[in-house]
């Protein structure tokens, strides 16, 4: 092999550190693909496979797509399962030398947050397990949502239930485990697995406490939870690598308690037709699809979940039941309500979004007019009986001081991409 470029050099040294994604690699207004890479993402996305230095002992296959049409192709790959690694230029291209190149995000089937990609009303769930003396640590998380919850198990059938119920686009999991006999064939069924080595220095119980700035974890009642610690830590630094970012919209971590829900078994939910027909696979006709009424894309995700996790606590039955019916008989105050929330955008994807560092200038409107509708929806549920509504009522908080922040410095139709100028306001700022 001849002396490789520079860029080459370059390239080569980045691939060295992401073995097992497709790079896409930015050189001017395309993201290419080099030799592997390349023949696997143009049979993917069906795109010409070309060839770098042909006819020299360099020559190598190679694919591109236009950097502006990079989430249709994301869409397609993470569709057949596969990790992509974005490698943007960092440094200023007009300056002498080569120009500087990172990957900024490593996008999978469990941390995807392209709305092709991801379908309005279910959560996008990305679970990790660790196994330690026949108790395994669960942590569960939706990055697009900041679900973020933790649990210990050692049945290993409740386990299985658990896995096939929240149908995970993505599970990871500890070398061990993978190296398992006993689990082996059981972990190389779940979806998309991915094997998880956090350095030595990254501790997952310190991950979690510098994540939350907490001295402990005492506050959401993990702090004992060795095992379920450990998976939730590693699930953590998982997520803060691929998205490198501080992930600011995960907020809490929730103890998953499995008593407080009936347990519904794989053949439980397939038999009574849940979420797909048992004869056909399809949604339609199925129970969700009967019901799901919701206007929402949050209304229809926590309607999933109710479905998903059945209460079997009576004191929840009868609290959430009694803010149904006070909702129904007042025909007045449902109907305004419905048009109300039809006029919001999905705050917790927004929310996601902006944590994850993902966000254009036209999402803070979305923010600003969704947050504008809450006092809207306090004054209609304020002489409201149930104690869930009333509950509810004291959650909604007062985001006045964000609303005039946002609508002092934005234009009300600003440009969807950052660096085409056309989002702030004349004179806001020189």
């Not at 994604?21 to 993402?41: I, M, P, Q, S, T």
């Not at 995807?112 to 330690?132: A, F, G």
């Not at 699809?289 to 995700?301: A, E, F, M, P, W």
Request: proline share 3%; glycine share 6%.
């Amino acid at each position: 092999m001849a002396e490789l470029t520079p860029m080459l050099k370059q390239y080569y040294k980045i691939k060295e550190k992401y073995p097992n994604e497709l790079l896409f690699f930015r050189l001017g207004d395309f993201y290419e693909l080099f030799g592997e890479d390349a023949k696997e993402a143009s049979s993917i996305l069906n795109i010409v496979l070309t060839a770098r230095g042909k006819g020299t002992p360099n020559e190598m296959p190679m694919c591109g797509i236009p950097h502006h049409a990079l989430n249709t192709y994301l869409h397609k790959l993470i569709k057949a399962g596969k990790r992509v690694a974005i490698c943007d230029q960092v440094s200023d291209a007009s300056l002498p030398g080569i120009v500087t190149r990172e990957v900024t995000r490593v996008i999978t089937p469990g941390t995807t947050l392209e709305d092709s990609s991801l379908e309005d009303k279910s959560n996008n769930y990305i679970i990790s397990l660790v196994l330690q003396k026949n108790v395994w640590g669960l942590a569960i998380a939706d990055l697009t949502t900041g679900i973020f919850n933790v649990a210990e198990i050692n049945d290993f059938e409740l386990l299985k239930n658990e896995l096939f119920r929240f149908n995970a686009s993505e599970v990871i999991v500890g070398k061990n485990l993978i190296n398992d006999e006993r689990y082996r064939d059981f972990v190389r069924k779940l979806n998309n697995i991915n094997v998880f080595d956090l350095p030595s220095f990254q501790e997952p119980y310190k991950v979690l406490k510098n994540h939350f700035k907490m001295k402990n974890l005492q506050s959401f009642g993990v702090e004992g939870m060795k095992i379920g610690i450990e998976a939730a830590g590693s699930l953590l630094g998982y997520l803060k690598e691929t998205q490198k970012t501080d992930l600011n919209h995960i907020l809490k971590i929730k103890r998953y308690i499995f008593n407080d829900f009936m347990a519904l078994d794989e053949a439980t939910i397939r038999n009574l037709e849940l979420f797909q027909t048992s004869f056909t696979g399809e949604y339609n006709g199925s129970l969700l699809s009967v019901i799901d009424k919701t206007v929402t894309n949050l209304g229809g995700r926590m309607l999933r979940r109710w479905l998903l996790l059945p209460l079997i606590r009576e004191d929840l039955i009868k609290s959430r039941l009694g803010a149904v019916a006070e909702l129904k008989e007042d025909h007045t105050l449902i109907r305004d309500l419905i048009e109300k929330l039809k006029q919001f955008s999905d705050l917790e994807r927004l929310l996601g979004r902006i944590g994850c560092n993902r966000t254009n200038a036209r999402d803070l409107i979305s923010l600003k007019n969704s947050l504008s509708l809450v006092p809207e929806v306090k004054n209609l549920i304020k002489e409201c009986k149930s104690p869930l509504l009333k509950e509810l009522l004291d959650d909604l908080a007062d985001h006045s001081e964000l609303i005039a922040y946002l609508d002092n410095v934005l234009l009300e139709e600003p440009s969807a991409l950052l660096n085409e100028g056309n989002m702030i306001k004349e004179g806001y700022n020189s």
